[in-house]
């Protein structure tokens, strides 16, 4: 192989683990968005949260990461069902100021909670022997970890592709989305649907932030500092859409590691720019509905 | 009216002028407290804290109030916020802290307009100690770690080729600068520069490092913050395998803090850096240091450079008081006493340089290791001694000023 597909390849490898990352907690944020219009900026909260979930469970209580993974999940998605009835559904008819606010001053509680109990310093986690080393496909090797992250990637879009397209509940939701009122005038329990949805979304980030350890390191702020490129990936890929958040994940992924590999100093430059000439092409990203 | 009060005002300076006193000095405390860089601030305000707890009967009769501000991100505008508060409402008369050079970098005006001494704990691109004559310096400079790193680099590691990979702020071009200056002054070649970002948020270092790996040098100089993103360079230099592809990893100590060492595993074995500190430096201050520090903050906490610095910056607060008799509010005085202080901390002896009021340390190359009880550890495999900032020996752009 040429040095320059050799490069094109690896550039695509590691792109694509990011932009699993990416969509992973990114997804939840868009279907909340999309239903309900609400804005969640808790949601790196909940990320950040499952993260620490998973920190204790491997380090304090000798759980391999994956099944931590997965409790992490279940844990933030239940508790998360727990904020969305006492505090969020207060204000799902209000304005979007007010639910900035709110949700703003929820991530900040909470970087400071995890701060108290944790401490500023990064967190990281033991990882599995057969997620360490590398796989070596000849040509060249790939890091373990980020060939898993594609895995579970993977394996999420599969399930939440057949949850949506094929299931009643999926159709419920899909219905609710493009019209609240007609989905709720044919009998639709739209609050219910919308509390699964979120605890799905939170699960999802929880799970995303149990990932993100290894990629970046776990700190309480967390929940803040990368919150932009979330919402960056919901506006471009447009709300409420899965299709749209996964190609706007693979976009930004992509571009962004190819921009960093390639241009290193035009920094975010890359990320930004997607997302001008996107929101500029079609203001409400790849599949938003007007 | 006006009058009145003036002539009221200057009776009182008079009636309590001379009289030897017991002063509470008021010391304005700015470290980052929140955002992905919470832990350096923490680090640093520990050391204080300890230094404080100890030594606050050193200087009776007078007493030191600490006022402490959340520096916030790395930019500067926060620092500069919460410190003119601090000048102007709760009239500090030394501030200390910045872990930051943006902070330092932005305040230098307001510190030179109010005469208020600022003793920098960490902030180190070098040309800041040149912006006020107000600033003294107890951290380092870049170039302390960076110029020296590149003669040891080629001379000793054997390194001919290198490249070098920054956050992109003032800092980290500097830190590059002092490394490059010194490593082609010895002869080596850097054949890649690459900038890694913002210090704000920890990016995905794969693609940079993947670049590197293609590059082929012999060895990578990365400088990060040593805060979240010392974590995610030693998990992005494992995962790619750099070290057996024969790139070895050296930088600044900020690479591998005390505090997250342990953290870091398999992947920090082997790499060198340049520093003025390391919980395993063997001196009797260190030893004392380490032993208050844990039972302070616990056995699973470390203190790291950052925190040696800390206890040095608040030792020479202290000793400043003590010689002005606790009369600290002419600024300038206080710089002229702080000018030529010297000390053994845990670092070793310390000195700041009446030119230059930066300070003057031994740096160690240092290369982690797994120790006996199956911790990593920081053995000393080279010194140089009492080192001064390079920058300003050679006079390098804007130090030269």
Known sequence: MSHFAIIAVSILFDGLAYAMFLFITSVGLSVTMGLMGFVNLAHGAFAMAGGYVVVSLTRSYGIDFVPSLLIAGVVIGLISIRFERRLYRQLYKATDLEQVLLTIGLAFMAIAAFTYFYGPIPKSVPLPDWLQGDVNLGFRSFPSYRAFLIAVGAVLIAVLWYAFEKTNVGAKIRAAVDNRRMAESVGINVDLLFTLTFALGSALAAMGGGLAIQLFGLTPSFAVLYLVLFLIVVAVGGMGSLKGTLLAALAIGIIDTAGKYAFPVAGNLFIYAITAIVLLIKPTGFFGRE | ?401
């Open chain 2, 1 to 401: 009216m006006k009058i009145l009060r003036w002539a009221g005002l200057a009776a009182l300076a008079l009636s309590l002028g001379g009289v030897a006193q017991a002063e509470t000095i008021k010391i304005g405390v700015v470290l980052p407290f929140s955002g992905a860089n919470a832990d350096l601030g923490h680090q640093i305000d520990k050391a204080f804290d300890l230094y404080v707890k100890l030594h606050a009967k050193d200087i009776l009769p007078n007493k030191v109030e600490i006022i402490k501000r959340d520096e916030g991100p790395p930019t500067g505008a926060q620092a500069k916020t919460v410190t003119t508060e601090l000048i102007t409402n709760d009239k500090v008369q030394i501030l200390t802290g910045f872990v930051f050079s943006p902070s330092a970098i932005a305040l230098a005006p307001v510190v030179t307009q109010a005469k208020v001494p600022m003793v920098i704990a960490n902030a180190g691109t070098a040309w800041i100690t040149n912006l006020s004559p107000y600033y003294a310096r107890l951290s380092f400079s870049m170039w302390h770690t960076g110029f020296p790193m590149g003669s040891y680099a080629f001379k000793d590691i054997g390194c001919k080729t290198a490249a070098v990979a920054y956050t992109d702020f003032p800092p980290g071009k500097d830190s590059v600068e002092a490394f490059r200056t010194g490593f082609e002054k010895a002869g080596g070649k850097v054949t890649l520069s690459i900038p890694m970002g913002s210090p704000v948020q920890v990016p995905d270092f794969t693609p940079f490092f993947q670049r590197i790996k293609d590059a082929k040098p012999d060895c990578m100089y990365v400088f990060i913050p040593s805060g979240a993103h010392a974590t995610g360079v030693m998990k992005a230099y494992g995962e790619l395998g750099l070290r057996k592809a024969g790139v070895k990893l050296i930088g600044p100590m900020d690479l591998v803090p005390d505090n997250k060492l342990q953290d870091m595993g398999d992947a920090a074995i082997g790499t060198i850096v340049m520093s003025h500190y390391a919980v395993d430096l063997e001196n009797a201050a260190n030893k004392a240091f380490n032993k208050e520090w844990h039972q302070a903050y616990g056995k699973e906490s470390y203190p790291d450079f950052m925190s040696a610095q800390g206890w040095d910056t608040m030792h020479a607060i202290f000793d400043t008081i003590k010689k002005l008799n606790g009369n600290v509010s002419d600024g300038s005085k206080v710089i002229a006493a702080l000018k030529g202080w010297s000390a053994d901390g845990p670092r070793g002896h310390v000195v700041i340089d009446p030119d230059t009021r930066d300070v003057v340390q031994d740096e160690h190359a240092m290369e982690i290791y797994r120790k006996a009880d199956g911790k990593l550890g920081e053995k000393v495999v080279g010194t140089i001694p009492q080192v001064k900032d390079e920058c300003k020996v050679l006079k390098i752009g804007r130090c030269g000023s």
